[in-house]
């Protein structure tokens, strides 16, 4: 069974810092894993994913995640964040034998202060 | 492109009655549409994958005599929540994979809030 955890409910950080969104996941086979972004009383918004390549994503919003295998995560980073990157930020993962199947994390509310 | 609308936006009902929540992909065919719920400042819950044609696939948990699922076509998927009751308030998200193209992306709807009363 596919599953991801996100291990903090809530990143705080100021303007301008970098900010980074920890997930790590389990599967069995190889992972397709995906960053969304919600913002209240919103859908999902997609922000990148990883399938296969470069370890490095690249996605929308100057977001970016390393896909790391050895340490089985995907985190997510922007180098300097912006005070309506404040939101909530869903890692989630497909096996490659699910489907279209999405497991998703709990979520991580970011609140970026000016 | 990958436009997901969902109407509607929000909802309030009566207990007892029934409630009917669409999802259609605007500018796309979709091979497969998925429903989920959420709670407030919780994840997202699978209830269930739909493919046009076919019975919906339920998530374990989740009652199918409740919550009825139809994939009338590629565009359009419904979600009933038949009889609700306030525990049946939620914001519902349906999302869509598109035909023919390996993205394996899933394109999400704005959202349903329901509530009732």
Not at chain 1, 84 to 95: G, K, N
Not at chain 2, 32 to 39: A, C, L
Not at chain 2, 59 to 83: C, P
């Amino acid at each position: 069974a596919q599953s991801v955890a996100q291990p903090e409910d809530q990143v705080n950080v100021a303007e301008g810092n970098p900010l980074t969104v920890k997930c790590t996941y389990s599967v069995s086979g190889n992972p397709y894993l995906f960053w969304y972004v919600q913002y209240p009383n919103r859908g999902l918004q997609f922000l990148l994913k990883y399938i296969t390549g470069d370890n490095l994503v690249k996605g929308s919003y100057g977001f970016e995640a390393e896909f790391n295998k050895s340490q089985t995560s995907f985190h997510l980073k922007k180098p300097s964040a912006l005070v309506s990157d404040s939101a909530l930020y869903f890692c989630a993962v497909r096996e490659e034998a699910a489907g279209n199947k999405l497991t998703f994390g709990g979520g991580t509310r970011v609140l970026v202060k000016p | 492109g990958a436009v997901v609308s969902q109407h509607p936006s929000w909802v309030i009902c009566k207990s007892g009655t029934s409630v009917k929540i669409e999802c259609r992909s605007l500018d796309f065919q979709a091979t497969t549409m998925f429903w989920y719920r959420q709670f407030p400042k919780q994840s997202l819950m699978l209830m269930a994958t739909s493919n046009e044609g076919s019975k919906a696939t339920y998530e374990q948990g989740v009652e199918k005599d409740k919550f009825l699922i139809n994939h009338a076509s590629l565009t359009l998927s419904t979600l009933t929540v038949t009889s609700a009751h306030p525990e049946d308030s939620s914001f519902y998200i349906c999302s869509a994979a598109r035909l023919g193209l390996a993205t394996h992306e899933q394109y999400f709807g704005p959202g349903t809030r329901l509530t009732v009363t």
